[in-house]
Every structure is written in C-alpha cells, then in structure tokens.
C-alpha cells in the first residue's frame, strides 16, 4: 500500500511556471506507474501525465505536451510534475495516482492509490 501527499499548488500568472510535487509513503515506490490528473469545476478529472516505474516510459495529454514535464525519483519516493507556460484554462485541483499494473494508462480506473490534490489556478 501507499499514500501520496500533494504539495506545490498555487495562484500564478498566465505563463508563469509550478513545480507540485508527490511524495510518496511505503517501501515499494518504484513498483508504482505513477501519474498525474487534473479536475476542473463543473468538469471530469482528466489525465495529465503518467512516467512508468523506472521513469523511461513517459505519457502527456495533447493539452500539456511540450509544457509540462513529469519526472521521478525513487530514492526520494517522489514524483513530479513541472507546468510551464500555464494557462487559464490549466487552472484545477492536481492529483496524483498510484498503479500497480505495468499496463495502466490514461483512465482514472487503473490507478490504486490516489492523494488528496493540490489546486492550481492560473489567472490571466
């Protein structure tokens, strides 16, 4: 089992950057895809980015490559998410996701563990 803990929201400027970070309890991290959603007011949690266990397989939405980054670090039991060029439309409560499974994706369904979130709100 494992518990995640979010840290690292904020209020930023239109193209401004945030670093949330995920540290992670338990001593079997690096068992974990980890990933990370995003749920904005009055919509559904969407997925933003997922690094697989050992870090060499990375996945981004359409709406963050080339913004986001998304990084690890198993002795530290932490997971990360870099937002660059933020954006109104970025602005929404981050959570990050645990999965067992090698073959976890995009849906919030393959993932075990969840942390309580993070908000993120962009202003223009």
């Known amino acids: 089992q494992v518990q995640l803990v979010e840290s690292g929201g904020g209020l930023v400027q239109a193209g401004g950057s945030l670093r949330l970070s995920c540290a992670a309890s338990?001593?079997?991290?690096?068992?974990?895809?980890m990933a990370w959603f995003r749920q904005a007011p009055g919509k559904e949690r969407e997925f933003v980015a997922r690094?697989?266990?050992?870090?060499?397989?990375?996945r981004y939405a359409d709406s963050v490559r080339g913004r986001f980054i998304i990084s690890r670090d198993n002795a530290e039991k932490t997971v990360y998410l870099l937002m660059n060029s933020l954006k109104p439309e970025d602005t929404a409560v981050y959570s990050c996701?645990?999965?067992?499974?090698?073959?976890?994706?995009?849906?919030?369904?393959?993932?075990?563990?969840w942390g309580q979130g993070t908000q993120v709100t962009v202003s223009s």
């Open positions: 996701a645990a999965a067992i499974s090698a073959y976890s994706g995009t849906s919030t369904n393959d993932y075990d563990y």
């Open positions: 338990g001593r079997t991290f690096d068992n974990y895809a």
């Open positions: 690094i697989s266990r050992s870090g060499g397989i990375i």
